[in-house]
């Protein structure tokens, strides 16, 4: 059914159908000029309170009100050094918010009752705990938040159903092909390194026992160096308040375990790491980048915005959408430990691959050796300006990236002044930054696929180091 709107026409005249958008773009002097632009607006800081509590917990609160909610993100270190820890680390974020409690609970009741909701997960370097709830159940959720981090009670019939579960899903996780590359990846770098693990092996979380989960608990569940940050419909200090009553049991233990030392990087080489039968192909390269306190940080962010961080930059604009190559193409930073990477990555069938990497190469040393634009650099400022008010607009996204600030190194100013930043880099200190990190004989890395279809046309191109025989990876390795 086609519905027609009428436009009042004058006084005697009939009514008309609604005018086209070229016709309301235009008066009889001539087409309708825009109004100008608004200047781009930052994000103020809220109010916000800001403290170490005695066991060592920092609490960041910041009012806004948005929205009458409140989300919380909290982040504890525990990075570890063996594939045993990896496996019981993801067992315990698993089990963190209904360990020893059936249902039914008081708690569990309570939570429900509110609309508080709470879940924990791992990476290689952090424990980290999201939630959320109506800003009158701030206390709840503190509470039950509480009672996860004070009270290690994970028992084996819990345990049990969780560990089994577990071992068939990293089965599928590990047979992924994202994940398959970056472990490859970790591993021509660096060796065998267990710390720097994102996903178990099945065998050792198969091996967790609910007294291994309790001792991982009470070891480095620990308020010392951990980071809570809520944000939302609360008044700051209350809310700080509430956190320090409810986790004053919460013990501050011994010192924090210090993290071994990355090993030396192998740099320079890109290996072809054989993946029998797969059908198409990822490739990684990494290359160290300056950390993020340092002054050039803002400048190789742009540069590598243009390079490959978003859909208008050159690498996604060669290689997907003018050659065709390239299911996917990236580029962005890694943390590996302490140490910042600067990475290109791609997904694409295995015949183009060896195309797509050549240009992967080409496109890196053209942005050394011809420098953004004006108007790329301006286009990736916008970009990446807009992206990030938006994230802040919303209590959620205040939150996690406040979270991710501080445990970077940063203070909780650092989400609002990181913009400022950008708007004040220049084309020259982008064109500098291009130049000092990437040259692609730099990069290090993998390209991961059928070693059989790859090795003559990766040979043509040169660069890769092709064995004469390897082991497949893929889920057999897990």
């Given at each position: 059914m086609?519905?027609t709107?009428l436009?009042?026409?004058p006084?005697?005249e009939?009514?008309?159908?609604?005018?086209?958008?070229?016709?309301?773009g235009?008066?009889?002097a001539?087409a309708?000029?825009?109004?100008?632009?608004?200047?781009p607006r930052?994000?103020?800081?809220?109010?916000?309170?800001d403290?170490?509590?005695?066991?060592?917990?920092?609490?960041?609160?910041?009012?806004?009100?948005?929205?009458?909610m409140?989300?919380?993100?909290?982040?504890?270190?525990?990075?570890g050094?063996?594939?045993?820890?990896?496996?019981?680390?993801?067992?315990?974020?698993?089990?963190l918010?209904?360990?020893?409690?059936?249902?039914?609970?008081?708690r569990?009741?309570?939570?429900?009752?509110h609309?508080?909701?709470?879940?924990?997960?791992r990476?290689?370097?952090?424990?980290?705990?999201?939630?959320?709830?109506?800003?009158?159940?701030?206390?709840t959720?503190?509470?039950?938040?509480?009672?996860?981090v004070?009270?290690?009670?994970?028992?084996?019939?819990?345990?049990?159903?969780?560990?089994?579960?577990?071992?068939?899903?990293?089965?599928?996780?590990?047979?992924?092909?994202?994940?398959?590359?970056?472990?490859?990846?970790?591993a021509?770098?660096?060796?065998?390194?267990?710390?720097l693990?994102?996903?178990?092996?099945?065998?050792p979380v198969?091996a967790?026992?609910?007294?291994?989960?309790?001792?991982?608990?009470?070891?480095?569940?620990?308020?010392?160096?951990?980071?809570?940050?809520?944000?939302?419909?609360l008044?700051?200090?209350k809310?700080?308040?509430?956190?320090?009553?409810?986790?004053?049991?919460?013990?501050?233990g011994?010192?924090?375990?210090?993290?071994?030392?990355?090993?030396?990087?192998?740099?320079?080489?890109?290996?072809?790491?054989?993946?029998?039968?797969?059908?198409?192909?990822?490739?990684?390269?990494?290359?160290?980048?300056?950390?993020?306190?340092?002054?050039?940080?803002?400048a190789?962010?742009?540069?590598?915005?243009?390079?490959?961080?978003?859909?208008?930059?050159?690498?996604?604009?060669?290689?997907?959408?003018?050659?065709?190559?390239?299911?996917?193409?990236?580029?962005g930073?890694?943390?590996?430990?302490?140490?910042?990477?600067l990475?290109?990555?791609?997904?694409?069938?295995?015949?183009?691959?060896?195309?797509?990497?050549?240009?992967?190469?080409?496109?890196?040393?053209?942005?050394?050796?011809?420098?953004?634009?004006?108007?790329?650099?301006?286009?990736?400022?916008?970009?990446?300006?807009g992206?990030t008010?938006?994230t802040?607009?919303?209590?959620?996204?205040?939150?996690g990236?406040?979270?991710?600030a501080?445990?970077?190194?940063?203070?909780?100013?650092?989400?609002?002044?990181?913009?400022?930043l950008?708007?004040?880099?220049?084309?020259d200190?982008v064109?500098?930054?291009?130049r000092e990190?990437?040259?692609?004989d730099?990069?290090?890395?993998?390209v991961?696929?059928?070693?059989?279809?790859?090795?003559?046309g990766?040979?043509?191109?040169?660069?890769v180091?092709?064995?004469?025989?390897?082991?497949?990876?893929?889920?057999?390795?897990?």
């Open positions: 086609t519905v709107s436009v009042p026409s006084a005697g009939p009514a008309r159908a609604h005018r086209s958008a070229a016709e309301i235009r008066t009889a001539g309708r000029t825009l109004p100008p632009l608004e200047a930052g994000h103020r800081l809220p109010a916000m309170a403290t170490v509590l005695p066991n060592g917990l920092r609490v960041i609160a910041a009012r806004q009100p948005s929205t009458p409140v989300e919380l993100r909290m982040s504890v270190p525990f990075a050094a063996t594939f045993t820890h990896a496996a019981t680390a993801e067992v315990l974020a698993t089990v918010f209904r360990r020893g409690r059936g249902e039914g609970t008081a569990d009741t309570e939570m429900a009752r609309g508080v909701t709470l879940a924990a997960h990476s290689s370097q952090w424990l980290q705990v999201s939630g959320s709830a109506p800003g009158h159940a701030l206390d959720l503190v509470g039950a938040l509480a009672d996860a004070t009270e290690a009670n994970a028992d084996e019939a819990e345990i049990a159903p969780v560990r089994e579960r577990m071992v068939r899903q990293i089965a599928l996780i590990r047979a992924q092909p994202q994940v398959v590359a970056q472990e490859a990846l970790v021509h770098c660096y060796g065998e390194l267990p710390a693990q994102e996903v178990p092996f099945a065998a198969a967790v026992t609910g007294a291994a989960v309790r001792a991982l608990h009470h070891e480095r569940l620990r308020p010392r160096g951990t980071v809570l940050v809520l944000v939302g419909d008044d700051p200090e809310a700080v308040a509430s956190v320090a009553a409810a986790t004053g049991a919460w013990g501050a011994g010192p924090l375990p210090t993290p071994s030392p990355l090993p030396p990087l192998r740099a320079g080489r890109v290996a072809l790491v054989p993946r029998a039968g797969a059908v198409q192909s990822q490739i990684k390269l990494v290359r160290p980048a300056v950390t993020r306190t340092d002054d050039r940080f803002a190789l962010s742009l540069a590598t915005l243009v390079f490959g961080g978003y859909f208008s930059s050159r690498l996604v604009t060669n290689i997907r959408e003018d050659k065709g190559l390239a299911y996917r193409a990236e580029a930073f890694e943390d590996h430990l302490d140490r910042l990477m990475t290109a990555d791609a997904d694409t069938a295995t015949q183009a691959t060896a195309t797509a990497y050549q240009e992967i190469r080409a496109e890196l040393g053209r942005l050394a050796t011809e420098p953004p634009s004006a108007t790329e650099v301006d286009a990736a400022r916008e970009y990446t300006v992206m008010m938006l802040l607009a919303s209590q959620a996204g205040f939150a990236s406040v979270a991710t501080v445990c970077l190194g940063h203070e909780p100013e650092r989400v609002t002044a990181f913009p400022d950008l708007r004040g880099v220049t084309r200190q064109a500098q930054v291009a990190f990437f040259d692609p730099a990069f290090s890395g993998v991961v696929g059928d070693a059989d279809r790859l090795a003559p990766l040979r043509a191109v040169g660069g180091e092709i064995a004469d025989a390897g082991t497949a990876v893929g889920a057999a390795g897990s």
